[in-house]
């Protein structure tokens, strides 16, 4: 059971480059998140899913675009990548939002130069 | 919207009981969690309230009062690799977030 898998791991990125996160999950999981992770800012939420097919916003979504097109896999994508997204980013699946526990994808460490 | 907020970094000592606190606001609130995270690693899932009360797994206790919008979470028998981030959480449905996650509170276990 691999439970939830990130690629890649890292990532360098030129300003203006485009790249997509993949996300992809094992639990057949209903919920899907993709945060960022910045020192001292916690875990922002950048978009989520709540099915196949359905996406949504978080709170800082600008920049960032997703896709659903099946259940187990949940894609981020920067069309353009700024200096501003270095980050590190984690992908995390629930099985509905009264489930207790989330499961998170190991994280992409990427960097914009 | 959903927010939440709890200490920045709490220190203690090896051995020790300590007490990382967590209020919260939100609507359509399901439930309280608390992850841990270490240094370059991912959050992994420590504990989960949807009633008020304590729940108790090993040598971490979380609790919540849903009436005060507040939980927290208790780690007795402090060990060094305890060290870690802590991350309270709330889920909620209704169209919200999801699952909003606080700040972290960085925790450092002194000899």
């Known amino acids: 059971n691999a439970g939830v898998t990130q690629t890649p791991k890292f990532r360098v990125l030129k300003t203006g480059q485009s790249m997509t996160l993949l996300c992809a999950q094992d639990m057949n999981h209903e919920y899907m998140y993709w945060y960022r992770q910045d020192p001292g800012m916690g875990l922002r939420l950048i978009h989520y899913s709540v099915g196949e097919g359905t996406t949504a916003k978080g709170k800082v979504p600008d920049g960032y675009n997703v896709s659903r097109l099946k259940k187990q896999n949940f894609l981020l994508g920067l069309e353009s990548a700024a200096p501003s997204q270095t980050s590190v980013y984690f992908c995390a699946s629930l099985r509905w939002p009264q489930a207790s526990e989330a499961f998170f994808g190991q994280g992409t460490r990427l960097t914009v130069v | 919207g959903q927010s939440l907020e709890q200490p920045s970094e709490v220190t203690a000592v090896e051995g020790a009981i300590v007490q990382i606190n967590c209020t919260y606001q939100?609507?359509?609130?399901?439930?309280l969690s608390w992850y841990q995270q270490h240094d370059g690693g991912a959050p992994t899932f420590l504990s989960y309230n949807a009633l008020d009360g304590l729940e108790e797994t090993g040598r971490f206790s979380s609790f919540l009062s849903r009436s005060d919008s507040y939980g927290y979470l208790l780690l007795q028998e402090l060990q060094m690799k305890d060290s870690a981030s802590y991350f309270c959480a709330v889920t909620s449905g209704g169209g919200a977030d999801g699952l909003t996650f606080g700040k972290g509170t960085h925790l450092i276990i002194q000899p």
């Open positions: 939100t609507s359509g609130f399901y439930g």
